[in-house]
């Protein structure tokens, strides 16, 4: 099994909207070949949500992140960008293969 993490820094400001944005997601790649679960975690601390999907192995998530429905998914980004054109969010990606549970 393959997992995408997704370190993301929300600002205060920023969550209830964040928030909302996942909730309301089209769940396209929910039918994606591959596909296992996504799990969007909330920080008990701090302003770090972690966004987590699980694919069936590393190719099936690259598969995603080149499709139309990725791109189309991933367009309302730009509700986080200020008035000078700078993102009010931060993201750190990084991959995990798993090897026990």
Same mark, same amino acid.
């Given at each position: ?43 008990? #601390?701090?302003?770090? /949500? ?15 992140? #080149?499709?139309?429905? /990725? #791109? ?13 054109? #700078? ?8 991959? /995990? ?5």
């Amino acid at each position: 099994m393959f997992v995408m993490m997704n370190r993301m820094t929300i600002p205060e400001s920023d969550r209830e909207h964040f928030e909302h944005l996942f909730r309301t997601r089209a769940r396209a790649v929910d039918r994606r070949p591959g596909f296992i679960k996504a799990e969007i975690l909330r920080p008990t #601390k701090g302003d770090t /949500y972690i966004v987590m999907t699980h694919w069936q192995d590393k190719d099936s998530f690259l598969q995603w992140t #080149k499709s139309e429905e /990725y #791109k189309e998914g991933h367009t309302r980004i730009g509700d986080f960008r200020g008035g000078d054109g #700078k993102m009010r969010i931060s993201s750190q990606v990084e991959m /995990y293969e798993v090897f026990a549970e």
